[in-house]
């Protein structure tokens, strides 16, 4: 997990380089953070995503196993 903010802006990267699925609170608080890409995506010959278009404070996240996603704050 990587989180950069500057200003109003921001963004949030999530990564599994576990062949299992990984489950976790994504702990953003206050703000709407918009799905940018996504590796398990169809579109990119992904499985298909289980990740949220937006994240909601508090949410839990589950990545699939290899892979990542990037989210911005709107």
């Known amino acids: ?7 109003l802006s921001g963004a949030y ?8 699925e990984a489950t976790f609170g ?11 890409f996504d590796t398990a995506e169809e579109e ?3 499985p298909g995503s289980l ?6 404070d ?3 996240l589950t990545l699939r196993p290899y ?3 990037l989210y911005k704050k709107e």
Do not use: C, E, T, Y
């Open 26 to 36: 994504a702990g953003l608080g206050v703000g709407n953070w918009k799905k940018a």
């Open 67 to 69: 892979q990542g996603a």
């Open 1 to 7: 997990v990587m989180h950069r903010a500057h200003g």
């Open 13 to 20: 990267v999530v990564m599994n380089f576990s062949g299992d």
């Open 58 to 60: 508090g949410q839990d």
């Open 44 to 46: 990119w010959m992904g």
């Open 51 to 56: 990740l949220p278009l937006v994240i909601k």
